[in-house]
């Protein structure tokens, strides 16, 4: 996690970095500075404790003339969140200065040598571990500064994406990256520097994703120059960006969070583009269509996730054993990566990450690859680090998410493994063909029933008052909708800080029921499905413990209602598409809870969107 931006042309950099931090904030938010050239040579670091707009405070009267700084905000891993351990950090000499995103995991070994060397350190970070290696290594070593970078990284064991300063020479930054994003932006006699695309998008659409191991020199006067750690050359591959400005506003509405709710109509359709075809009764996936063969000869299928992600899994799970008759395995990456997994070379793993960029995803992948396994990625954000380490892919085109709880992400993933179970299905022969013929019709009514459900949004803001003093709620599902029932708790608890727990609803009985009272709202996803006489009975033990039963029910449901003390309606579909249903109206109440209780929806405490630490 963390954000870092830079800047280096013709144009005045702070502004340039502010609003770039903004937009990364997202990322991490925890503390924030920049450093800046000014207009006499001078290098100046600036920071303080909390947000960007602390930052802007804390520098409103120093002097941020310049036309080359670099910024960052923070999520801390290595010292508290506190102004020192803010970056950037000063080199010793104060020549020098770093901003750093990823962890410098040798950084012990590294600090011991250098104070041995009359290094003093006044953070608790690894970054600053980092530019003291560099400028000791610079002065050593008689080298110029990317030399230096150079030399340095090749005793790091960790992952970054730098940007360093030199006082000496304001006309140049050096970049580089090990796991962690960056992305350069090139301008006409300007570059831009980030992790990912957002603080660069309304001043070039000339990008070029930096690889592992390289190193970018930016240089005014001069094209942009990128090396690996062990100075081979390399030819910068400049891509078009596609993104849009007005994709990163709010559009009038009061959060982020609540915009991408109401998007998913919109994003939903995009997701389907050019792949659900009604007149040609036909779904059309090209990674898919591409790979084919490894999918069919597969014996299983290993989902690989973080998060929400891995709920989206989890609903593929049944959708892929349904229809293509694979067994799935479903495993959060952090466990994954660090088990000691049976994985064959005909197994495909799929990978689910709305970043692309989530570090134990990305490890998880990396191992499944080194077993010869055949690597399939769903992501949103295009160029990121999985699909490009991916064998195939397909992208969730749902648009940048900004809001820290996943939303449109989510419904995006459920839709394209979706699609892909049931491509799967239809190409093995194990789906039955008027079963995929309504699953195609549904899919494309799918955007407008979502319209029709956010239209009871002021309905459950309403009732959202009744929970500003719930301590903890209760989610339950079934089939479908149990990992439903897992992404509502996750969104209660992330934005509203309520505790809540998502379990299968028969499960209930054994452990989670002793905590029923009058006091526990228990959310129940109960759409018209196999299921739905079970989740009645459901119902009617917690009625008996004098719950509060809020109720995700189908239209036109009588019974479920009957016995909830709230309902919400979604429309009747097939069940395998009721997740992309009954998951908004749990959108919606978390939002609504945690404006209710003041909390900062975009920017949940001690979250970040990107998570590229392990
Ligand atoms: C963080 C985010 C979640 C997200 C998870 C996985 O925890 O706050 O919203 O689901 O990371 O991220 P990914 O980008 O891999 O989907």
């Known amino acids: 996690m963390c954000g870092i931006v830079g800047y280096i042309g013709k144009r005045k950099a702070y502004p340039i ?13 925890d503390s924030a500075g920049v450093a800046l050239i000014n207009d006499h040579g001078q290098l100046n670091v600036y920071k303080a404790k909390g947000k960007v707009a602390d930052l802007e405070q804390a520098v409103a009267d120093k002097d941020t003339s310049g036309y080359i700084g670099i910024a960052h905000t923070r999520w801390a891993t290595h010292g508290e969140p506190n102004q020192v351990n803010a970056h950037p950090h000063y080199s010793e000499s104060e020549e020098l200065a770093i901003i750093h995103n ?11 040598g250098l104070m041995q060397h009359g290094y003093t350190f006044k953070s608790d970070t690894d970054t600053e571990v980092l530019i003291q290696l560099i400028e000791y290594t610079k002065r050593t070593d008689n080298v110029d500064l990317k030399k230096a970078v150079q030399l340095a990284l090749q005793q790091v064991v960790g992952a970054y994406a730098i940007a360093v300063l030199d006082r000496n020479n304001p006309t140049r930054i050096i970049a580089a990256r090990q796991g962690s994003p960056l992305v350069i932006g090139i301008g006409k006699d300007e570059f831009f520097l980030a992790s990912d695309a957002t603080p660069i998008v309304e001043y070039t659409d ?28 390399k030819t910068p591959e400049i891509k078009k960006l596609e993104m849009t400005l007005s994709q990163l506003e709010k559009g009038g509405f009061p959060h982020f969070m609540l915009k991408e709710i109401f998007e998913q109509p919109r994003t939903l359709a995009d997701s389907m583009r050019g792949r659900v075809n009604v007149d040609m009764n036909n779904i059309a996936l090209s990674g898919f269509i591409d790979n084919k063969e490894r999918f069919l000869k597969a014996p299983r299928i290993i989902i690989t996730a973080c998060g929400t992600s891995w709920h989206a899994g989890l609903i593929a799970k049944y959708a892929i054993e349904e229809f293509a008759h694979i067994p799935v395995e479903v495993e959060y990456s952090s466990e994954f990566r660090y088990r000691k997994p049976v994985i064959n070379k005909d197994d495909v793993v799929i990978a689910i990450s709305q970043s692309g960029e989530t570090a134990d995803t990305l490890a998880a992948i990396q191992l499944a690859k080194s077993k ?27 648009g940048p998410e900004i809001g820290v709880a996943s939303t449109k992400a989510f419904t995006g993933q459920v839709t394209a493994l979706t699609m892909l179970a049931v491509c ?11 079963k995929y013929l309504r699953i195609i019709s549904e899919l494309n009514l799918i955007p407008q029933k979502i319209a029709h ?17 719930t301590q903890n709620a209760l989610y ?11 992404e509502g708790a996750l969104k209660l608890k992330e ?46 033990e917690i009625k008996a413990r004098q719950g509060r039963v809020i109720a995700v029910v189908t239209e036109g449901d009588k019974q479920v209602r009957e016995m909830a003390d709230f309902a919400i309606t979604v429309p009747e579909t097939e069940e395998c598409l009721t997740p992309l249903l009954t998951v908004i109206p749990l959108q919606i109440l978390a939002y609504h809870i945690a404006v209710v209780k003041g909390c900062d929806v975009d920017q949940p405490r001690n979250l970040a969107k990107s998570v590229t630490v392990e």
Do not use: W
């Not at 970018?216 to 050359?233: A, M, Q, R, S």
């Open 206 to 233: 000339q990008v070029v994703y930096v690889e592992d191991q390289e190193i970018v020199c930016l240089e005014l006067g001069k094209d942009i120059e990128i090396t690996t750690i062990h100075n081979v050359p």
């Open 424 to 434: 799967i299905g239809h190409a093995k022969g194990a789906i039955r063909y008027d």
């Open 495 to 540: 934005i509203s800080y309520i505790h809540a727990e998502g379990y299968p609803a028969a499960e209930m009985k054994h452990g989670p029921i002793a905590l029923i009272t009058d006091q526990m709202p228990v959310v129940v996803v109960a759409p018209h499905c196999g299921t739905y006489e079970k989740i009645v009975s459901n119902i009617q």
């Open 102 to 112: 990823g962890i410098i995991e040798n950084y012990i070994v590294l600090k011991k």
């Open 17 to 29: 970095l502010i609003k770039g931090l903004h937009r990364l904030e997202y990322r991490g938010y």
């Open 453 to 469: 459900i956010l239209e009871q949004s002021d309905a459950i803001a309403e009732f959202a008052k009744t929970f500003i003093e």
């Open 372 to 398: 010869g396994a055949f690597i399939f990625s769903i992501c949103n954000v295009i160029g990121a680090s999985i699909p490009r380490v991916s064998d195939s892919g397909c992208y969730t085109h749902v």
């Open 476 to 486: 339950l599902g079934r089939g479908y909708n149990y990992p439903v029932a897992l």
